[in-house]
């Protein structure tokens, strides 16, 4: 769930070797409250229809920039899963075999990072950069990355120029005024009519209800009986979603920093949570800059760290930096230390740096980069795919009052991120496609016990989300990192929660309790 002012996928913050003998088709998934007959019935005829087809290996187109042994391939879905003789588009997945032997070979791993709209593909260069933390891991599992529907090589959707995107300045999303409120309101219903022009075939379709279906047709395009998944972020949704419609199809599933699956929280409310939430996170990182005062030079306390703020904040809304970087861009820089903890250092760094006269630092980390037109198209994708799958999984409120009324009051105590989010999610208030409601996360019959992990003080995806998928996946294990608040626990180096990701992925066990972990290392200056 990474959330910037020009980037709504994940980064914040990716199919294995086809068994020698076909399978047989798999069998539907649970019908829940909001899984219609037809559509059930179309993803199990497209998951049979995948079986048979397999994947195609091959090496990766030269532009995909996945060099051998990486291999790529396609897997073809239904756009409406109502129809599934009707229109199609082909899903971008790769793979890195395994590293072990035919004995310790365990089938599949499938990887989602999160967004909605961050690719998986690069999932694959954990095995082939030899990645000290998943290296056992890799000798039992083909490690398979995919480009969810509409992002990347996977029918890629639109909703505005690229180079329109990212330009900055943007506008202060701190009103000062109706006149503001207005003029970004005028943007958000401008953005959501870009997206229907440019996209709309593909928005009613564009549910996190329809991506579980499409990792469950690449489960059977790879010959994997039951499906073995990471899901991180907006990725655990993802999982409960599948684990709900396909509770017998999962054999090993862990979800890192969770999104609170209750159906009240989709996905307005989850927003809210989480301004709340970034405030908390940020004053750990502010702490950390005071404590490390002798390196920043930027206060030694949280007090005078925040003055700081306010005052750069102050100074790029009268004259943005280098003529780019407004208080909407730097937002966007500064919002990393509150999700990643391996931000903490390089954005104080540049901080720091702006604070003793030089503001290139700060500039060249904050500013678009007008000549990556890849990177550009990467981050305008992300930010579509992100509004379209929020705005399709549940209404929205389409009274501006509430929004207004929410978003005023959270800004009074919560100010670093809250009208930067709205401003973000105010398309969906006037969104024209079709919106659904949101699945009623369960346990269903054949569910394995699903290995749950957390930081307490997550920004992105708060705590309690965590709490609330462990009462409904009965079963599961929760792995609770303590006094700490990185955001995707399973990539960092902390041997309390590696080896227990490690023993559930190569024996499914899991403790027999919850877990509680002391933080991993503090970041050094």
Known sequence: MRRTAVLGSAGTLIAGTLMATALAAPTAGAVTGHERDDEARGATIAAAEAAK???????????????????CGWVTVPVDYAKPHGKKIKLAVDRAVATGTAAEHQGALLYNPGGPGGSGLRFPRRVTTKSPLWVNTAKAYDFVGFDPRGVGHSAPISCVDPTEFVKGPKLDPVPDSEADKLAQRKLAAEYAKGCAEKSGDMLPYMTTRNTARDLD???????????NFIGVSYGTYLG?????????HVRRMIVDSVVNPEKSNIW????LEQDIAFEGRLKDWMNWV????????????????????VTLRAAAKKEPLGGKVGPAELI??????????SSWAPVAQAWSAYAA?????????????????????????????YTAVECADAAWPTNWNRWNRDNSALHEQYPF?????????????????????????????????????????????PYVGAVELHKRFKGSRLITEKNAGSHGVTGLVNPCINSRVDTYLLTGEVDGQDVTCEPHATPKP
């Not at 087809?53 to 291999?71: E, L, N, T, V």
């Not at 409960?240 to 017998?248: C, F, I, Q, R, S």
């Not at 006269?357 to 000549?371: C, K, R």
């Open 357 to 385: 006269g030089d503001p290139q630092p700060l500039i060249d980390g904050a500013a678009a980069d007008l000549t990556d037109t890849a990177g550009n198209i990467a981050s305008e994708n992300g930010n579509a795919v």
């Open 53 to 71: 087809a397999g994947i195609d290996w091959q090496d990766c187109p030269a532009d995909w920039g996945f060099a051998k042994p990486i291999q």
């Open 290 to 309: 005071a404590q490390n005062d002798a390196t920043y030079h930027l206060g030694d306390t949280l007090a005078e760290v925040q003055q700081q703020w």
């Open 332 to 341: 966007g820089f500064f919002q990393s230390a509150p999700y990643y903890d």
């Open 268 to 271: 307005y409310q989850a927003n």
């Open 240 to 248: 409960a979603v599948y684990g709900t419609l396909y509770p017998d």
């Open 417 to 461: 991120m809250t009208w930067a989010n709205a401003w973000m999610n105010l398309p969906c208030a006037t969104w024209s496609a079709p919106q659904q409601k949101p699945t009623q996360v369960k346990t269903g019959k054949g569910l394995p016990p699903v290995l749950i992990v957390q930081s307490e003080r997550d920004a992105a995806t």
């Open 217 to 227: 047709v690449i489960r059977a395009a790879l010959g994997e009986k039951k499906l």
